[in-house]
């Protein structure tokens, strides 16, 4: 968990912007819960961060901006009993959250036509079953 960690590429967030915070876990863990300071909170200041190229930063900004408070983006785990392993889990996530976020856009689509053997096929199919569903009505049956 040593050193920057690896967003995309070559990409990583440098240990020096993460800020820590540690309280109290609710859950399981008995007298244990009760003692140690699980719950693990981790900030990055994506605002003021040079780690992300200028383009990454306008994109998880953008896509990131109802998750924000002041351009720094929190993530919360506690799953864990072990601190330790808090931590892991919300280092993972926040790489995870800011590569998702850093993503390009998906290609536009591409209309297509449908082609008219598939639509006629289409509009038989459907007066067969209206036919089929007329004959069961009962009428003239006498």
Known sequence: MSGPYVIRGSVSLPEAELMWRFSRSSGPGGQH????????????DLANT?????????RALERLANRLVGGVVSVRASEHRSQWR??????????SLLAEATAP???PRRATKIPRGINERRLRNKKQRSETKRGRSGQGWG
């Open 86 to 95: 808090n931590r892991e889990m919300a280092l993972v996530r926040l790489a």
């Open 105 to 107: 856009p998906p290609r």
């Open 50 to 58: 040079d780690a992300l190229p200028d383009v990454w930063k306008e």
């Open 33 to 44: 819960v009760n003692t140690s300071d699980s719950q693990v909170e981790l900030r990055f």
